[in-house]
């Protein structure tokens, strides 16, 4: 399906109660080509929206249906904003030509070898990758990025937060063959709606505020085989990594801090241009990945609310190894607003229609 | 200036390194009818925008020049976001058909006597003020609302945060006489992007996190005659108002508790009816103003980023009075929102042009 | 029961997987009179103390037993740290000898009227009330303190946290009739650790961070019986008192704004020194209660951790109003150092006994 | 000098008006063995400390004096908490046989070469350095810990916050040659204080609340040469290390997540357990940093207030990598509580005297 300036595609969101689904419609409420359809929920269904997300004020008197192939039907769009594991059977029900964007897991990873050891479960199968400035490269060149791809697409797997924070910082030099993929480390600080709405203690603000928790420690964490994946795409042969998020107080946002040695051959003592000259041809034309000026690093409140991804890197010498920082929100560049730049390229809008760059700071 | 709907207005921004400067520019970036013109510093002049506001992506190149009248020049509109006592002189020497909003409180009292109490200076004089809300009222009956002053208006002064917090959460009552307007009481929780970029030790993150608390306690607060003067407009003839804002740790936000005792006559017993429907009334129409459904109580993240004011209001029979919440963004519909409004009123623009009314939650 | 100064108390907790509970124990770990004996839980029986407060070092081996008469027999003291309705059955079993602490509100009401306007359940009675700094006057005078009733208690009702904070911050003015108790408006700012550990959607972390949320609004909060109940022993005739506690993003501290009219036949303009002099001799030799200098507000971080409660006093002489401002540590002062107070004095101990008055700030 | 149970250590404190100063005093101020004597500032001089630090209630009317050689005389113990630089020349006009602590970095490192590359100013000399439970280690096997120099030592150098938590995560395996030195990746959440009270916009509660920011990245901090020191005492033949600490909101606490290679040789596969038993042997007994049961990670809440390092350790098979996290509270063992613990070996008193191990918690 492709839009004319004028049209709006009709959107259902299933799962629309929680804080993925409600980010969507948060964009979707103020996007020129996208009405507002079918909203679904498990439990929550029969509440209005405005009970579960006050903060939606033009959809508050909305009300949520049950889920089911039926209520999704009719839409131009189906936003599956569900547990993993649960929307595989409601994708195989959807018509071809709808375009289905999953907000979930179960469309990410091609190899059903690494769903099953990190998910547990049958393998869903693979669908194209929402992450549109994911750079296919191989032997050290640019071959073309991800949103070739999902230009009319009807089916996008929209990547994890973690990942696309993790994949951004990282990918610029994988591609240019300047750092080595082995041994990355990655170590982030997370904001608690990446957790979800779920009614776990450690998530309970009297425990969360004024702390720092780490999670997934020692290589559990299931974002780890997505980014192994994107970092091949991206020209690598081998990817080892070391992952480690920790959940520190703010509501949203992910800053990732990805370090990786240099490539064998470059001296660290000289590297420095050379390798921010490769960050800065990756990212000098995407409208929502800016390499900030030198010197100048990202924090998460630059991107609050916005679909903008902010990162640095600099050459530490003395370890032999490029650092970088990526900051996205969580919430937006890191789930619904990617997914609404990738419906954007599907449906053959802009890729920018209905987001900002601006985040709301201070 | 009126415009039409493919003009944009041209807007110069003085005091641009601020932080009401930088959330008018924030929403100036995303309006469909402005285009950003001049932007001018004090110390802060030569400095690019994204030096001091890294979130303004789209901004970020601009370089700030020195505040001057010269600088201010040649534009449809022009903001000032100055400390008080600054704006008096420019806005002298701005031409009368150019609009000018002032961000501070240079502008807003009415009374002589009033300003230099609270503010120890000479007077500027008074402009139309920026509230589009506000009620006018005697005798227990509407009259009118100060949008109608702001239809091709030149000059406006936007009101203070918590003046809107807590002018938003009384009016209703104070206009249809149900409720005293002696004897109010305000607290506020405030956010700290209230209190400005100013570099003092209890704006430090170290003092303020895991902390609540007061500041201009007593009857000193300076934006106690302005809630008065609004009142007055609403209709009360003798206000009195104990208020006192308390920071908490949150960037923005400002949760106004603000109570007043129901007017003599009423059996607070029963009166819940009649307050619920004076607040319904008064609000029923208004984009950016909303009163809850019964039972749902306004947080501040409701309304972040967002140009919306939430409000409750409840009857305490035994302590015979109506406690009303209200929760606003103070940067948006306390400042750089409200401005935006009362500039879309005096341009002949819709007066949502360029705000939204979803908050950025959770 | 009373201690030599080698003895150490043998003190069984039941509700030691809880907050209050928990607190109990930290301060307990430190008290050089105490020694920690049976812990006791319901749904957590079996876990190990460190899996549920992995802070409490010295005590992390500790098993909890299910609670039950048996388990807490054999001890000197006996802290009840259970939601309310649990504590008065197993209470009555308990020896008369052993000094029983209830850290919940069941016998904190002396009304069985009131008790059952805002529990809704049979009343289980009134014990002797931890709040050893609660004047008790008449006339305008002060005729003793609430200490002396709890030398040698054998039972004693802890008060909740809201109550502590707004009865130390009103009572002098109460007491000396100097400010009216009719018409008392007082407006909290809480961190969450008062709302317990129960697991609901508003007590998230990714809910609460950034945001003030209001609760209990229009005089419905169980607290109130109970200031009026302490504000009558203070010698007030009549209490009516609005209420509304708001929860901010902090994990401890009370934040208590308390407003008051002057009596009668003061002149605002003038009574500064009179009110100022009437809190300054109220708590001129209060280990734990300190009114601050002049011009100085107190902050919760000055009291985290600490059983200090710290106050300030102002007169708004346009208002009318007396407004004081007192800061808790609502687990400290507000609980469990209220309760280990209180414990010293039923033991014959130090009353400062294994309490400190430092906050750890920042 | 060594201190019988009954004497008190008469302590002067240079720079009390800082966070590491007032932090030193709230430990102080309730320690059996220490009595508080003079207070010095700089700008501050003249001040009440309670002005400065009114959470320090026991000691708020005592008065700062300039800082000085005779204002610091007389005393047993000089506590230096004063900007780096400033402590050599004051240092060396003190008796030998007064023990005097240096919180800040002058006497830190024993290479000049490193302390001139990192600091730019000439080397004041080092002094026995203060982490007790630093191991000494050659060829695999611990040969001592640092507590062994500390005895009766008069001159003691305060180990730097962060570098107390990467050491203590990391030395066990180094010493016991399980991981490799080489390539070491630690990237910390560090809270607020840890920054001082430097008035900086960055600093502000406004920019950092809701964000998580980086700094000095790439190989710059100057806690980078003395872990590497550190590690070199505990046995690595060379350390490479790459560091990043971030700011986020919360007032204190560090959140060190340091990862290193395993050891050639080793299969990542079966090394899980003489992992963890490396790490249990070497804090086994140690009174303040505990190894936490298996499957529990550390918070920073759990050490608020607190002198206790909380480790827990795990090895990612996949990555090579073994990976460990530490929490402490920055300013307590961090910083003051590390100086009392030193201290009190230096003064002949137990370890453990004036210290918890309790955080504050929730």
Redesign the interface.
Known sequence: MHMTSTQRARVAVAGASG?AG?EFL?LA??HPHLAVGALTAHSNAGASL??L??????LADRVLAPTSVEALAGHDVVVLALPHGASGAIAAQLPDDVLVLDLGADHRLTSPAAWEQFYGSPHAGSWPYGLPELLHASGGAVTGRQRDVLHGATRVAVPGCNVTAVTLGLQPGVAAGIVEAR?L?A?L?N???G?G?A???H?????????????A???THRH?PEIRQNLAVAGAEDV?????P????????I?A?A?A?LAPGLDPATAADAVRDVWERAYADEPFV?L??EG???????????N?A?I?V????????V?T?T?IDNLVKGTAGGAVQSLNLALGLPETAGL???????
Chains 1, 2, 3, 4 share one sequence.
């Open positions: 804080y409600g948060r409420a103020n405005g009970s997300h006050p903060h939606l004020r033009s041994d480390v170590v600080a904001g608690y709606s957790a709405k009614l776990k203690t998530l309970l603000a009297s425990e969360a505020l004024g702390s720092a928790a780490p999670y420690v020692g290589g780890i080892t990594l070391s992952f480690t920790t959940l520190v107080p703010m509501a949203r946002g800053l801090t370090t040695r800016h900030l000026p100048q690093w990202p924090t998460t409140a630059m991107t609050l609310g916005a903008t902010l640095q600099a050459v530490d010498a003395a370890a032999g190894r650092v920082v900051a900002i760059t601006e985040g709301v700071a201070p």
